[in-house]
């Protein structure tokens, strides 16, 4: 999944598959995880966020199903 780069202190990219709803961050720490039945809006949400990290501690952590990938 092709990722871009965000700009945030906390998410250094993030990509989105519209077909299967899964969103794949790859955080500044390097840890990359996907998260699952993840509705566009929410991925738009997160893009056009003024603050990237605010937005995904409240919409988007402990919201959606997640798997942290290696």
Same mark, same amino acid.
């Given at each position: 999944m092709r *990722?871009r @780069?965000? !700009?945030s202190?906390?998410i250094?990219s993030?990509? &989105? =598959?519209?077909?299967? %709803?899964v969103? !794949?961050l !790859?955080?500044?720490s390097?840890?990359? &995880? +996907? &998260?699952?039945?993840? @509705? @566009? %809006?929410v /991925? *738009?949400g997160l893009?056009d966020? !003024? %603050?990237?990290? +605010? &937005?995904?501690r =409240? *919409?988007? +952590? =402990?919201v959606? @199903?997640a798997? /942290? +990938? /290696?």
């Amino acid at each position: 999944m092709r *990722r871009r @780069p965000l !700009e945030s202190g906390a998410i250094a990219s993030a990509g &989105y =598959d519209a077909q299967l %709803s899964v969103l !794949e961050l !790859e955080f500044t720490s390097g840890e990359i &995880y +996907r &998260y699952y039945a993840v @509705p @566009p %809006s929410v /991925h *738009r949400g997160l893009v056009d966020a !003024e %603050s990237a990290g +605010r &937005y995904f501690r =409240d *919409r988007i +952590r =402990d919201v959606y @199903p997640a798997e /942290h +990938r /290696h």
